[in-house]
């Protein structure tokens, strides 16, 4: 699953430390999930839609889209 | 100075987090050298004393489950505290150590099975053998997966 949440962290200037705090995740979490080596769980993904108040599939986007 | 007082707080807070999964993780580490420490001391009270009744050697022979059920809790509460990433990294290891085991202790079986047991082929996987596989496989996992989501 494609993300935009790298874009969406640089244009509120956080570190991936700061976001992962707000998520109360890890550091790595966060990384991986930029990385797109960890698709989060659901509850988690909406966690960060609500963070940066935008929808779902404005941040997630399926493999093949 | 309110705002630099909170910043600072919000710096500290990972270190923090950190400082108690090191605690619970040494906690954690602590029931697991009582309990080992418990079976050991019963072994040797068991061998000491073998006139005692077989009720009195199975009471005796018990008594380390129970730091080895507070070592279990403990291990439950620090696995709920950890991240769904950290998570799923625990989940790969523990499964990668129990399947890598039972190869291990099928592949001896069949060795032993075939004739070759003796100064190279163990004969069969004793629990002290199953443990040590089962913690070096994890190890072995734990790096594999963390490499893996790094």
């Known amino acids: 699953m494609k993300n935009r949440l790298r874009e969406l962290r640089a244009e509120l200037q956080w570190s991936q430390g700061e976001l992962a705090e707000k998520l109360s995740v890890s550091r790595q979490t966060i990384n991986a999930i930029e990385t797109e080596k960890y698709d989060p769980s659901l509850p988690l993904a909406f966690k960060i839609s609500r963070l940066f108040k935008q929808p779902l599939e404005r941040i997630f986007t399926p493999d093949g889209d | ?150």
């Open chain 2, 1 to 150: 100075m309110s705002n630099s007082t909170t910043s600072g707080e919000n710096e500290r807070r990972p270190e923090r987090a950190a400082v108690k999964r090191a605690l619970r993780s040494f906690e954690l580490s602590a029931w697991l050298a009582l309990a080992t420490l418990v079976y050991v001391i019963t072994l040797i009270l068991v061998r000491r004393h073998p006139g005692w009744s077989p009720s009195e050697k199975i009471a005796v022979s018990l008594v380390p489950i129970l730091p080895g059920l507070f070592y279990l809790k403990k291990g439950i509460q620090l696995l709920r505290e950890l991240d769904e990433l950290q998570r799923r990294i625990q989940f790969e290891a523990w499964l990668f150590a129990a399947i890598g085991t039972v190869i291990v202790g099928t592949v001896i079986n069949v060795f032993n099975a075939n004739g070759l047991e003796g100064k190279w082929v163990a004969h069969g996987l004793e629990v002290g053998g199953t443990y040590l596989t089962m913690f070096l496989l994890w190890s072995v996992g734990v790096v594999i997966a963390n490499l893996r989501y790094r």
